[in-house]
C-alpha cells in the first residue's frame, strides 16, 4: 500500500472513529437534535474567486450564531482527495444527495435542514451580512 493510499485510510479511519465516538456520547439523548438544528455548508475549492470574497461574512455570520443551534461546515472540493473527503463528511451527515446536486460548482453556502437535510435557503457572495443573517434566522426558525 503506497503512502497516499495509507493516508487517506488514516484519514478515513479518523473519520470513522469520531463519528462513532459522537455517536456513542448522543445515545440516548433525545435533545441531540436540537443541538444542530441547521447545517451551514460552504461549497468551497482554494481557487474560487466567490469563496474569498464570501468568507469574511461567512466568519462574522458564525461569530453572531455561537449560541445558535447551527453546525458551519465546509466541503472543499479544491481536488480530487478533499472532495472525497467531503463527500464521506456529506455521507455522514446525511447530505450526500445534497452534495451531488449542488457540489460541482462552489463560493456559495447552503443552509440545510438537519432533519429532513431540505435546501431551506442559499448564501452568496452578493448578498451581505445582514441578508445572510436574515436568511439563517428564518432557516433555523423552520427548522425547528
Known sequence: MNKQRRFLLSLST????????????????????????????????????????????????????????????TLDLTDEKTTQQAAFLASALGIGAVMDKYGPKTGFVLLVDSDNKQVLAKLDKKQDLSTMNKHLRDAVRRAK
Request: one cysteine or more; glycine letters at 4%.
Open 14 to 73: 479518523v473519520a470513522l472513529l469520531s463519528l462513532a465516538i459522537f455517536s456513542f456520547a448522543h445515545a440516548g439523548n433525545a435533545s441531540a437534535k436540537s443541538s444542530a438544528d441547521v447545517f451551514a455548508v460552504k461549497f468551497h475549492a482554494d481557487w474560487c474567486g466567490s469563496c474569498k470574497a464570501i468568507q469574511p461574512n461567512l466568519d462574522k455570520l458564525a461569530a453572531g450564531a455561537s449560541k445558535d443551534p447551527v453546525l458551519f461546515l
